[in-house]
């Protein structure tokens, strides 16, 4: 089974830009997926394919992918985006999450 | 817009089964071509991809879960539910419905699974 490795923090200033790593093998075959949870709240799917936003989600957040390691970019960082970070994608064996990413706004 | 809802019990002995259901609202589970997957999080850790299923019934299975878990599909009551046998306190966690993969979309709102005497 593959492995996705995230940063287990980030900061960033109100209003600017942040990117969120995620490296993993898989990601050389597959796109990553990108998931918000803040807490008490289930996760929330903000980036999808190959950089695809649901209905609902802010245009500040975008995703790129480069060989093995895919990204999660806020360009205009706002208080509201503080929250749990995860990324997800395929596998052998069917899905698998990266560790997490908590961001800070300061 | 389809929406997701888990439900069963909250608390569950060591050494027995934990038990499941999702059941699905505002869509038909076997209208277009979805997997539905079940995730958990123990508190204060990260997400874990437990399993997922197909509505025609093929499964897949994190294999550090396999011997223990099963995935099953119910067309007629748009539900689909989970089983994960020979439970620990390593099994305390919220557990999540969601449709997919590729992407998972939506998510239920979760419920948490307390394994203890």
């Known amino acids: 089974s593959s492995e996705l490795t995230q940063d287990p923090a980030v900061s960033v200033a109100l209003g600017q830009t942040v990117r969120i790593t995620c490296q993993g093998d898989s990601l050389r075959s597959y796109y990553a997926s990108w998931y918000q949870q803040k807490p008490g709240q289930a996760p929330v799917l903000v980036i999808y394919?190959?950089?695809n936003r649901p209905s609902g989600i802010p245009d500040r957040f975008s995703g790129s992918s480069s060989g093995n390691t895919a990204s999660l970019t806020i360009t205009g960082a706002q208080a509201e985006d503080e929250a749990d970070y995860y990324c997800?994608?395929?596998?052998?064996?069917?899905?698998?999450f990266g560790g997490g990413t908590k961001l800070t706004v300061l | 817009q389809v929406q997701l809802q888990e439900s069963g019990p909250g608390l569950v002995k060591p050494s027995q089964t934990l038990s499941l259901t999702c059941t699905v609202s505002?869509?038909?589970?076997?209208?277009?071509?979805?997997?539905w997957s079940w995730i958990r999080q123990p508190a204060g850790k990260g997400l874990e991809w437990i399993g997922r299923?197909?509505?025609?019934?093929?499964?897949n299975y994190n294999p550090s879960l396999k011997s223990r878990v099963t995935i099953s599909v119910d067309t007629s009551k748009n539900q689909f539910s989970l089983k994960l046998s020979s439970v620990t306190a390593a099994d305390t966690a919220v557990y999540y419905c969601a449709r997919g993969p590729p992407e998972l979309h939506p998510w239920g709102q979760g419920t948490l699974v307390t394994v203890s005497s």
């Open positions: 997800n994608s395929r596998d052998s064996s069917g899905k698998v």
């Open positions: 394919g190959k950089n």
């Open positions: 505002g869509g038909s589970i076997s209208s277009g071509s979805y997997y």
């Open positions: 299923i197909y509505t025609s019934g093929s499964t």
